[in-house]
């Protein structure tokens, strides 16, 4: 089986676009790939983050995994600090990196825009990338699930693997990436030309996967759209696309279908579609959370289990990286 691993960052609490972009697809991955799936708490950190909320957000995104339908059987679902490997294999892959590559990652760039003094940046936000290379080449990951906004980053991470190999010998296994088709990128309720982020300060702006009913019905009708008046799907109508794009990726759609469904109907009557298409996903998962979380003992179980497994995996790559480099085995 070829293997695959990823992670999402417990640096707010999950929104659709995670969903979309990341968790759901890896549901349906888990049958063809071995698969490896993080909560990345020491990617969280590259950003200031309130110490009781990080711990408790951390648990609560295991649960989404568990209950968006990733079975803890079938793949190795840990805590990212729970392997100290990755942090030792981000500085040896640290000190084969140039400060130029990293300089151009536009995650980078967009994070830092409103930032005019470099004294304000956190130097853990430019290395970001190289731990999240870390986190792959430990994993001899053949295949990186992501959204399209990470697609730079799973490129740098086969740059550096490439150049590694070639620097030393074979070591790491070149990553792919694989993007899901719809939801690739789901865009910001509020400003349809920028990617939804769940660190974005305006709540309309996202909705989370543990939204009530009410509250995604109200951030759906509050989407901005546009004064044509006409569900069509083009470049010219970022804001109905992106709902579009919802909707196909929800209940299997293709654009064309939603489109003919919404023929002479306005735009109230489509939101609505898509509002009530998001409560129907996400009212059994939010259920299923609530269950998980209330038996914090089996949690506790996978997440050790897991980082037990996945523990012994990426060691198994270290010890290579560090004998290939030239540091004095134990
Ligand atoms: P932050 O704003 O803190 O960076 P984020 O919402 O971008 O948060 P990440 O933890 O950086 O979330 O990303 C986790 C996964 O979710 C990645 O695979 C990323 O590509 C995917 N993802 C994030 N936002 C979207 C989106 N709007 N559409 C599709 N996929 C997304
Ligand atoms: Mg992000």
Request: hydrophobic share 40%.
């Amino acid at each position: 089986k070829k293997r695959i691993f990823s992670g999402v960052k417990p640096s707010g609490d999950l929104t659709l676009g995670n969903y979309l972009g990341a968790i759901k697809n890896w549901a349906t991955l888990q049958e063809e790939y071995e698969c490896f799936y993080s909560i990345v708490d020491l990617h969280a950190i590259t950003v200031k983050q309130e110490p009781a909320e990080l711990r408790k957000r951390t648990l609560e995104i295991l649960a989404i995994y568990i209950a968006s339908g990733i079975d803890p059987e079938k793949c190795t679902l840990f805590i990212q600090s729970h392997v100290p490997a990755h942090s030792e294999a981000s500085w040896l892959l640290t000190c084969n990196t140039n400060m130029g590559e990293l300089s151009r990652m536009t995650q980078y760039k967009d994070k830092t825009a409103k930032v005019k003094d470099n004294e304000a940046i956190g130097s853990g936000l430019f290395n970001y990338p190289v731990l999240m290379t870390a986190d792959i080449l430990l994993y001899q990951a053949d295949a990186v699930p992501v959204g399209v906004d990470q697609k730079q980053h799973v490129e740098l991470a086969r740059d550096i693997a490439q150049r590694f190999n070639s620097t030393y010998s074979d070591t790491f296994v070149l990553p792919d990436v694989i993007v899901p088709k719809e939801a690739a990128k789901i865009m910001d309720l509020q400003d349809p030309s920028r990617k939804m982020s769940k660190s974005d300060d305006n709540p309309n702006s996202f909705i989370l996967i543990m939204d009530k009913p009410e509250v995604i019905r109200k951030k759906i009708s509050r989407a901005v759209t546009d004064s044509i008046g006409v569900v069509n799907y083009t470049d010219e109508q970022p804001g109905v696309r992106n709902l579009i794009n919802i909707l196909c990726a929800l209940k299997g759609y293709k654009p064309d279908e939603v489109v003919d469904m919404f023929r002479g109907k306005g735009y109230a009557e489509f939101k609505s579609a898509v509002a009530e298409a998001l409560v129907d996903e996400f009212t059994p998962v939010q259920a299923k959370v609530r269950e998980l979380l209330s038996e914090k003992s089996k949690l506790e179980e996978i997440y050790k289990k897991g980082a037990e497994r996945a523990s012994y995996e990426a060691q198994k790559t270290l010890r290579k990286m560090q004998k290939k480099i030239g540091l004095v085995p134990r």
